[in-house]
């Protein structure tokens, strides 16, 4: 089947793999993501991890099987995206803030050899305590979620921020590696 190489330059997606035993190499998708939709669908954040693997395969030159995700943060049918400064990153907070929301992984993987694709969503629900605005301005000057859908990282988040969750704590991070590695052996099995 060759290498697997991973199509991101997300930290917490490779420790993630890691984690689940998965040898591969990292090659950063050079795909610039479209920031101007907002509507959340599947088909749309589906897509967004197929243009991340298709941009990294002229850049791969011998057999290998891609990875390519993309991770959304949806409430009330919105997508909320990564913010680009403190402001955005308060608001969408501060929206979160005593509700539930889902955050959507959607996961591609392309076979170069065989050409065999196969794509999968993953959906786990969170619901955040009701924030102060003290605690989203610490949170925020404390880790600085700019690289991170909906303005934070579940892993990082202090006691009293998050009520509960449900689903894959790994897809909330950014990457279901059970649901990768069920991708990886299906390819054996094609």
Do not use: W
Request: aromatic share 10%.
């Amino acid at each position: 089947m060759g290498k697997i190489i991973l199509a991101s330059s997300s930290p917490r997606r490779a420790d993630i793999l890691k984690l689940h035993n998965i040898k591969f190499e990292v090659i950063p998708s050079p795909y610039q993501e479209d920031h101007t939709v907002t509507d959340f669908s599947y088909a749309f954040v589906e897509k967004l991890a197929y243009n991340k693997v298709y941009a990294v395969l002229p850049l791969v030159k011998e057999p290998a099987v891609i990875i390519g995700a993309d991770t959304v943060v949806v409430l009330d049918g919105k997508i909320l995206g990564k913010p680009h400064d403190y402001d955005e990153a308060f608001d969408m907070l501060k929206k979160l803030s005593d509700r539930k929301h889902y955050v959507v992984t959607s996961i591609a993987v392309i076979n170069t050899a065989s050409g065999k694709e196969k794509i999968r969503s993953v959906t786990s629900k969170v619901e955040f305590e009701k924030l102060t605005n003290e605690q989203i301005d610490f949170y925020i000057k404390t880790f600085k979620p700019y690289d991170k859908a909906g303005s934070y990282g579940i892993q990082e988040m202090p006691e009293g921020y998050i009520k509960s969750y449900e689903g894959s704590l790994e897809n909330i991070i950014g990457l279901c590696g059970k649901t990768v590695s069920e991708m990886l052996r299906n390819f054996y099995c094609l």
